[in-house]
């Protein structure tokens, strides 16, 4: 039996308004003329008025399973990524125990099947246990069923130099690429918990040097261009960082980078109620870092906005600032804090937000190389994986954390305003997520 939808009079991701028609989960036509190519008995949707953006892919979140279920699950997260918009994610590998083998990387996308709401591919450990000192089964986790391209020790930095030559020499074999944590611990105190700077001086605060971000950044783009493999730069947050970044590309250097939502919109002003919520690593940073970041998302430099959605459990999060985990909340709200920030001040259109938020960060974990379904990041093109998100900018609506389908409560933007909602979630032309009376979530097929 066919299954065929026709979404009508969206904004096609920049590319004027018109249908897409989706028939047995591919994009089978778009544009003006898709209507007369509808087969008997394709559901109409009424989507004026909404945004048709390509299904978004996140590079960076943690999903807590195995080990902190508590925290969130692979179902959880990946029922908050729906909910965000997202049809593809990377799970890093600071679990328990950690993701670095094959036989465990295997059983994390095995849970992302069994949720089967959104593609969870597994990024494997750089070293074992996250230990820093050997290298994980990096050939075994690529060559397996899980296929794993981007390794990270994330949580913490591969800071042996010696180590990460060693892994950038022998992921160039799989065209893998390592996701950095830029962070020297040696120029940070342990206690650290925000951003060093005249905010954690008056707060009485341990902070974090910004050059212990760009340091690392730097040497790395020095070890990519020695050895011809790829770092990506995980969550920048510094102007300095971004500098290097820049200079690395010009050089021809193999990296790229990722910025968050939270670093592009919040500020460590946030930091003066001790509110344990904004408690994040890397911190957030003052304002001229924000400026920053945001122009170089704009320019090019940083190619993918990626959340580092971060859960944790009540009874980690709610203690004096200095003890509390670090982490918020970031798939849920990641779509309409890009389009407040990026969008509605013009740095960004909605063809540079399906390049940030799709095809980028597809690219740069290889997404697009794979063969059906899964494939991701192909735009909104005909004979694509019909992965679609519709998004409404005109809705305004507060934050309430008690509403998220993650897990946990850790979320910065409760009790915000934001501008823009995702209506609806499709990966290959099934439904994730709806909140359109035209597109009832969970029909039969959707199921299936
Ligand atoms: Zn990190």
Request: negative net charge.
């Amino acid at each position: 039996m066919t299954t065929a939808r026709l979404i009508q009079g969206a904004d096609l991701a920049g590319a004027g308004v018109g249908d897409l028609l989706l028939v047995d989960g591919v994009l089978a036509a778009a544009g003006a003329g898709a209507a007369e190519q509808a087969p008997a008995g394709t559901q109409r949707v009424d989507a004026s008025g909404l945004v048709a953006l390509p299904g978004l892919v996140d590079l960076h979140v943690h999903l807590r399973e195995p080990g902190r279920e508590d925290a969130e699950t692979v179902e959880t997260g990946s029922r908050a990524a729906a909910a965000g918009g997202f049809t593809a994610v990377l799970a890093m590998a600071n679990t328990n125990p950690v993701t670095d083998t094959a036989e465990k990387a295997e059983h994390v996308a095995d849970l992302g099947r069994r949720a089967g709401l959104v593609d969870v591919h597994p990024v494997g450990a750089v070293s074992k246990r996250l230990a820093g000192e050997e290298l994980a089964e990096l050939g075994l986790m690529a060559r397996s069923v899980a296929r794993v391209r981007v390794f990270s020790d994330d949580g913490k930095c591969v800071h042996d130099a010696r180590l990460m030559r060693r892994a950038l020499e022998y992921l160039r074999g799989v065209d893998g690429v390592i996701s950095q944590h830029s962070q020297d611990p040696r120029l940070a105190d342990g206690t650290a918990c925000c951003h060093e700077g005249e905010v954690s001086g008056r707060l009485g605060l341990p902070g974090w040097p910004q050059v212990a971000e760009e340091t690392v950044i730097a040497r790395d783009a020095m070890l990519a261009k020695h050895t011809g493999g790829r770092v990506h730069v995980a969550h920048v947050t510094t102007a300095g960082g971004v500098d290097v970044v820049r200079w690395a590309k010009s050089q021809g250097i193999r990296m790229t980078a990722e910025v968050t939502p939270h670093h592009l919109a919040l500020t460590t002003d946030l930091l003066t109620g001790f509110d344990p919520v904004f408690k994040v690593n890397p911190p957030l940073r003052p304002d001229e870092h924000v400026q920053a970041l945001r122009e170089a998302l704009a320019d090019g430099t940083i190619d993918a906005v990626a959340t580092d959605h971060a859960p944790h459990a009540t009874h980690d999060k709610e203690h004096a600032f200095v003890d509390a985990a670090f982490g918020m909340l970031g798939l849920e709200t990641a779509l309409p804090v890009v389009h407040e920030v990026m969008v509605r001040s013009g740095l960004l259109d909605w063809a540079d937000v399906a390049r940030v938020m799709s095809s980028a960060p597809a690219r740069i974990a290889r997404l697009d190389e794979l063969e059906g379904e899964r494939r991701q990041g192909q735009g909104l093109v005909v004979g694509a994986p019909a992965h679609l998100t519709l998004f409404d900018p005109s809705a305004v609506w507060t934050v309430d954390r008690d509403a998220s389908l993650s897990r946990s409560r850790n979320n910065p933007w409760h009790g915000r305003q934001l501008h823009g909602v995702v209506q609806a979630t499709l990966r290959a032309g099934r439904l994730t997520h709806s909140l359109l009376p035209d597109l009832p979530a969970h029909t039969q097929e959707d199921r299936a």
